[in-house]
């Protein structure tokens, strides 16, 4: 037993891990179903460190050290539990298996417990950053028995990305589950972004009337700001492409369905189950949805819409500085809406997962990696029980600089008829949020009119019901 590591599952994913284990000087013990792949992983690439091929899963377990560390980085889903079926009754208390794939983490929390009667360590594991990432450095979110990172941390710490200040992307979320939970809502995060993005750009061409290489343009001097990301870079690169056979911009030869691998579902459904408002994200997931629907699109293609009004020079360029202010304060919305989510898990999973920590493994490797995730990280270093995002001074006083014009950006959307779900539902949260009083009074007053459902009095404790069909006299439920 020589390998301080295996990894099995040698598609993208699992090659690039293993090949950025070698490549930092772990000995990696390396397994596929199909022994094809493997043998072409050591051919390929068996100069870049130090591999070891196994054909078997006897000869892979065999050639690990213990406590064994096995990767998994198969299909989720049904081929991650074969493999785990394979490889359990072959270990010893005290391995650990752990899972890189996309799991949902009800799963990981499942086979947490079943491996966990017979001493093995289950780590739920997400990864960030996709092929490129898993090979040069990814956002690892590992989740599982806290003391299963004192034997694996190290090794993960040195194959992920490092943030600017050269820390790791990698910590302990939290037990079970917490992992990939966290990646979850990471992606769902990335939804939300990417809607938002959008939608700056569909504002930036229908409304303001730049082509989409000026539009390059406009990202490319955001991201030199407090919008710097790797979303609004690769924004650029694809916005300033040009089709090399008809010449056009590439995003107009496109088509404008997009799809999903369901990650972004995920974190809408488990939300709802939460009770927490992630409507920013849910947009995002709608918006997907709604253009796949080629159909019907089609058919409401003639429903009337405003006549667009052309803006001069000036105006175009003034409505872009507002473009900023509204993706940025809606940007703040949806992380608020994405952390509120993972504050709602630890309460109902008794997770005791560090907010903070999060932001700061989110700041390199993967999709979302931005420097905004810096301030996001200091927001919750300075106060760990931050009821929300928008109670952080500094956010809060951002979003009162700007909305205003976040507010101005929604009313051309409106005028001009280009959709800004996005935009607006990020508004309508915030506005929600700060509002003195809600219509929700008068639903209670519906539901206790219809279904004698009952309200709670603003002005002493207790349960209330009106005899509505009767003299509308008032009754202790
Ligand atoms: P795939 O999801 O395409 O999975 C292919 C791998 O799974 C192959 O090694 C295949 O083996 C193996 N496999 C499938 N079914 C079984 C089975 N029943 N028993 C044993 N092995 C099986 O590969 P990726 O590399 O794209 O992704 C791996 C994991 O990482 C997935 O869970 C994915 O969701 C996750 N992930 C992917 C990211 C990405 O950007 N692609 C990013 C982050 C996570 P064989 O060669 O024998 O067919």
């Known amino acids: 037993s020589t390998a301080q590591i295996g990894v099995t599952g040698l598609a993208v994913m699992g090659r690039n891990l293993a090949r950025n284990f070698a490549r930092n000087g772990y000995a990696v013990a390396v397994h596929n179903r199909t022994p094809a792949r493997t043998r072409a992983l050591v051919e390929e690439f068996g100069g870049e460190g130090e591999f070891v091929a196994c054909e078997s899963a006897k000869e892979f377990v065999a050639a690990l050290e213990r406590p064994r560390r096995l990767v998994v980085m198969v299909k989720a889903g049904e081929p991650t539990d074969a493999v785990i079926q394979e490889f359990a009754p072959l270990l010893e208390p005290g391995d650990m298996i752990i899972d890189g794939g996309n799991a949902h983490f009800a799963d990981t929390r499942r086979r947490e417990r079943e491996l966990r009667e017979q001493g093995i360590h289950f780590v739920g594991m997400g990864v960030s950053g996709g092929e490129e990432g898993a090979l040069n450095g990814p956002s690892i979110m590992p989740g599982g028995p806290k003391e299963s990172y004192d034997s694996l941390g190290p090794m993960l710490e040195k194959i992920s990305a490092k943030a600017a200040d050269g820390s790791p992307c990698v910590s302990h979320v939290g037990p079970d589950g917490a992992g990939h939970f966290v990646k979850m809502v990471h992606n769902g995060i990335e939804y939300a972004d990417m809607q938002l993005i959008g939608e700056a ?53 496109v088509v404008d369905q997009a799809e999903q691998k369901g990650t972004g579902r995920w974190t809408v459904q488990i939300a709802l189950d939460l009770g927490v408002p992630v409507s920013g994200i849910a947009e995002a997931v709608f918006a997907r949805s709604l253009s796949g ?60 997962i560090d907010l903070g920590a999060v932001s700061a493994l989110w700041r390199g490797g993967c999709i979302i990696r931005a420097a905004f995730l810096d301030r996001i990280r200091s927001a919750y270093d300075t106060r760990p029980d931050l009821p929300s995002l928008l109670s952080d001074a500094t956010f809060a006083q951002e979003i009162a600089d700007a909305q205003d014009d976040w507010r101005e950006v929604l009313i051309a959307a409106t005028r001009e008829g280009v959709p800004t779900p996005g935009f607006a539902a990020a508004l309508a949260y915030y506005d929600a949020l700060r509002a003195e009083r809600l219509p929700a009074a008068l639903t209670q007053g519906q539901r206790d009119y219809f279904g004698a459902h009952t309200y709670r009095r603003v002005d002493r404790d207790g349960s209330f019901h009106t005899l509505w069909g009767g003299d509308r006299s008032e009754v202790s439920a």
Do not use: M
Request: proline fraction near 3%; charge should be negative; glycine fraction near 6%.
């Open 201 to 253: 750009y569909q504002l930036l061409r229908d409304v303001a009337g730049y082509s989409p290489a000026q539009i390059a343009e406009i990202f490319r001097t955001w991201n030199q700001g407090r919008l710097d990301s790797y979303l609004i870079e690769i924004t650029a690169e694809v916005l300033s492409h040009v089709d090399a056979e008809t010449g056009k911009p590439f995003v107009d030869v």
């Open 293 to 352: 629907h080629a159909a019907l699109r089609e058919a409401s293609r003639g429903l009337a819409g405003p006549t667009a009004k052309a803006l001069s020079e000036s105006e175009a360029r003034a409505f872009a500085d507002r473009v900023e202010q509204a993706l940025y304060a809606s940007k703040i919305v949806s992380y608020t809406q994405g952390f509120h989510e993972i504050d709602a898990a630890r309460d109902e999973y008794g997770w005791d």
